[in-house]
Nanobody, 123 residues
Framework: QLQLVESGGGLVQPGGSLRLSCAASGFTLEDYHIAWFRQAPGKEREGVSCISSSGAITNYADSEKGRFTISRDNAKKMVYLQTNSLKPEDTAVYYC????????????????WGQGTQVTVSS
């Protein structure tokens, strides 16, 4: 059974950093493209970043470029999102999601999701 489990969220002050992790099990991670989405209270879920199955291609939402870095270790079955220079508007539940064919910015094209990890940026 394909499973994704996020961790690494927490409370951080503005300007701080967190490293989010997504642990994969039950499938061959290197066959899948992995994205990070986030959902703030009262808002729609939005795409943050995506990494291709090999790790060779990454993309980011404009507001995250230069602050967030996505990476993966297929041998360890892990995907990471390094978040730096965090702002209060980054506060959200962060989810990882898997898709077989390619990266997509549209959440309805991902069939597999984790349960999310809360990131709160506040002083």
């Amino acid at each position: 059974q394909l499973q994704l489990v996020e961790s690494g969220g927490g409370l951080v002050q503005p300007g701080g950093s967190l490293r989010l992790s997504c642990a994969a099990s039950g499938f061959t991670l290197e066959d899948y493209h992995i994205a990070w989405f986030r959902q703030a209270p009262g808002k729609e879920r939005e795409g943050v970043s995506c990494i291709s199955s090999s790790g060779a291609i990454t993309n980011y939402a404009d507001s995250e470029k230069g602050r967030f870095t996505i990476s993966r270790d297929n041998a360890k079955k892990m995907v990471y999102l390094q978040t730096n220079s965090l702002k209060p508007e980054d506060t959200a539940v962060y989810y990882c999601a898997a898709r077989f064919y390619s990266c997509s910015a549209f959440m309805d094209q991902y069939g597999y999701w984790g349960q999310g990890t809360q990131v709160t940026v506040s002083s």
